[in-house]
């Protein structure tokens, strides 16, 4: 059961550096592909990713909440978004986002489309491409 990077992802890119077999891009352009990815080809499910995510953005595709709570101040990243987000990632580097949602505390969420997004960005995206 591969993981998968939801649209709670803000391109912090900590669980890039600790992926052991490499299996996690950035999408690009961000404005399209606004979070990172994992390729579930080559994801050997080793959660390293997980507690490396400062936003909790990675599940087991198996876990994906239906319904997550969102906590006061959580953001979404999606094509969509309306509100930009500055941060710094990883690196000390620069984050702009300009497609991101804020969320209210207690919101429901369902972030198990993000499954199939994730799918589609290697199957006909730009990480098919890639491969």
């Not at 080559?42 to 997980?50: E, F, L, T, Y």
């Not at 595709?61 to 959580?74: F, H, I, N, T």
Request: with cysteine; aromatic share 10%; glycine share 8%.
């Amino acid at each position: 059961m591969p993981h998968v990077i939801t649209s709670l992802c803000l391109r912090e890119g900590g669980c890039k550096e600790v992926c052991p077999v490499d299996c996690i891009v950035p999408g690009k352009p961000e404005s399209e592909w606004p979070w990172y990815y994992i390729d579930p080809d080559a994801c050997i499910d080793c959660g390293a990713c997980v507690t490396e995510c400062p936003y909790g953005a990675i599940f087991p595709d198996s876990e994906v909440p239906a319904a997550l709570s969102a906590k006061e101040g959580q953001r979404i990243s999606r094509p969509s978004g309306t509100e930009p987000f500055k941060d710094v990632d990883h690196f000390k580097q620069p984050i702009h986002l300009d497609h991101t949602f804020l969320l209210h505390a207690g919101e429901s969420i369902d972030l198990r489309p993000d499954i199939e997004w994730n799918r589609k960005f290697f199957q006909e995206g730009p990480g098919y491409a890639a491969k």
